[in-house]
C-alpha cells in the first residue's frame, strides 16, 4: 500500500481530510453492523451512541509542536494518531471489551496500539478503553491505510471524562489538590456504579432465562458490595445484606 505523497502541500492535505473522513465511515458502517447484529441476537443495543470527529487545525498544530516535529502533512499522518477519532459510549463494561474485541478481529482492521485505562486507569482516576487502528480505504487508483483513534467507555465513565476535561481546561492542567482528590473519589464511586449496574443487568437477565424455563430463583448477587468506596459506605451500608 502506497503512503500518500503530493508535492503540493494544500491538495495533499485535501487528501488526507478525505481519508480521514472516509475512515471515520468505515468505522462509524462497522460499528452499525455490529449492534444491529448483536440487537438481533440479544435484544439489546450494546452501544449507547458514537460520536465522531475530526481534530481542529490548531490542535494538530499544537501536538505536532510538543513532539517536536515540522508541521507538514506528511508528519501529520506518521506522527498524529488521532486526526480521526470515534467515541463509543456503551451502557456495560462488558459491551466494551465485546465491541472492542469484534473489531480488531476484522480482517481489515489493524490494531497498532491498545491502552486499556479500565483495567489500569490514569492516575487522576481517568477510565476508558482507547484502539488505534488502520483500515485500508479504496480509492480510484490507490489504497491507503488509515489511523483512526477509537475510544470505548461507558455513560458513566463518559460523564466523568466530559468533567474532568473541563475542569483541566479551566485550570490550565493544574487543577487545585482537593478538587483533584474530588476527581479521583468519583472515578471510584464510577467503577462501583459500573460493576454494580453489571451485577444487576446479569442478575435481570438469569431471571428471565430462568423464568422462559420455567424456573424463577432469586439471586442476589447484584447485592454485593465488595469495592464499595468509602464515600458511599455511609450511604449504602444500611441497606446491604452483612453476609
Ligand atoms: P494524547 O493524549 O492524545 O496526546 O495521546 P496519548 O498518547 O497520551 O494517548 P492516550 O491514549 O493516553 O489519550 C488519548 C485521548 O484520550 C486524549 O486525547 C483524550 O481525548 C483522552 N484522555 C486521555 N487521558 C485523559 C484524561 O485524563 N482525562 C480525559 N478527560 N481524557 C483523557
Ligand atoms: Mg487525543
Not at 508541521?71 to 456495560?92: M, Q
Amino acid at each position: 500500500m502506497n503512503e500518500i505523497y503530493y508535492n503540493d502541500e494544500e491538495n495533499e492535505w485535501n487528501k488526507a481530510l478525505l481519508m480521514y473522513d472516509a475512515v471515520l465511515k468505515e468505522v462509524s458502517t462497522k460499528l452499525e453492523i455490529l449492534n444491529n447484529e448483536f440487537k438481533l441476537a440479544h435484544q439489546y443495543n450494546p452501544i449507547e451512541h458514537i460520536t465522531s470527529r475530526i481534530k481542529s487545525a490548531q490542535s494538530i498544530a499544537r501536538k505536532i509542536r510538543i513532539k517536536g516535529k515540522e508541521l507538514t502533512v506528511e508528519n501529520i499522518i506518521k506522527y498524529v494518531n488521532d486526526v480521526a477519532g470515534v467515541r463509543i459510549i456503551c451502557s456495560f463494561t462488558s459491551d466494551i471489551y465485546r465491541i472492542a474485541k469484534a473489531i480488531a478481529k476484522q480482517d481489515d482492521v489493524s490494531v497498532l496500539q491498545v491502552k486499556d485505562y479500565i483495567s489500569s486507569p490514569k492516575p487522576n482516576g481517568y477510565m476508558s478503553y482507547h484502539m488505534i487502528v488502520a483500515i485500508p480505504i479504496f480509492l480510484s487508483n490507490d489504497v491507503v491505510n488509515t489511523k483512526v483513534e477509537i475510544q470505548i467507555r461507558t455513560i458513566a465513565m463518559d460523564f466523568w471524562a466530559s468533567l474532568e476535561h473541563k475542569i483541566y481546561y479551566k485550570f490550565d492542567g493544574k487543577a487545585p489538590d482537593g478538587i483533584r482528590e474530588e476527581l479521583r473519589e468519583c472515578a471510584d464511586i464510577i467503577s462501583f456504579l459500573d460493576k454494580k449496574m453489571l451485577a444487576i443487568n446479569e442478575t435481570v437477565k438469569k431471571y428471565h432465562n430462568d423464568f422462559n424455563g420455567g424456573n424463577i430463583s432469586e439471586d442476589p448477587s447484584y447485592l454485593i458490595h465488595e469495592d464499595l468506596p468509602d464515600s458511599l459506605k455511609k450511604l449504602f451500608g444500611t441497606i446491604v445484606p452483612d453476609d
